[in-house]
């Protein structure tokens, strides 16, 4: 059975059936109300601890220093070259970064390269955030199509969750057997950063985690995902059987069909939001 007409064509149609703004922040008082669940945000940790397991990219958000004694001189021993130009003091920047998760407190590790903007802005006084988004495995199911289709129900980038980490970055000094292990588990997420392990000969480089002490999230749409600030707490109180055992949308055996993009659009056709 194909659709007549263009899904946004639909919108006028649900417009009375809408769900009311308070039940798109939050779980209605009761359940004859909606037929949905808004997760807590303690779930909503698990599930933000399973995509920092899975995801080892992210970006780094720092600010460049306002001094620009800091914008010039040596790194690694080489002139840097970076001809960084004026007047940026103060202004933010984002960065591609790998990450492993290789501790249980939820503290991501990084390899740090001395040379690196994030890690040069840092060294300057810079706070510093990470920002993580889930991607569903590719497949032909998961892809996602700008162009709409009617009989072709994808994903839409705005219904996966995301979040934010804010903290700080503390060095690492393992043990060498430590050392060992956490080069073993960061190298089995990205093979390639054998190559900028500390000691090699190409950059200076270090291990630094980055202390968690804020968690921002945004599970995906408002009237089915929690969206907002998840206590510290509740993020290093997750045990890896928790985020072991839940499903990501777009994941084996998940639920994604009912609770994400799918089950928004099956909910738009059938006039329920």
Known sequence: MHLSLPLFALLPLTAATALTPQHIFSNPSSPSESTSRIPTSYESAVLARRILHLTGIGTLATVFPSSKSHSEGKDDGEETNEQRPQNLGGMPIGLMDYLADCESTGN??????????????????????????????????HQYRPSFSPTTFTYSPASLPRFSLLGYLEPITPSLVDSLKLAKCFTTTHPDAKYWLPGNPIHTSEWVRLV????????????RNYIGWIPVEEWKGVKREEWEGVRLPGEEDSEENENGWMGWVRGLVRGEL
């Open 212 to 223: 968690v002490r804020e968690v921002y999230w945004i599970g995906g749409f408002g009237d």
């Open 108 to 141: 991501p590790a990084i390899l740090a390269i001395t040379i690196a903007t994030s890690f040069k802005n840092v060294a300057a006084g810079s706070n510093i955030s990470l920002s993580l988004t889930w991607t569903p495995p590719s497949s032909s199911s």
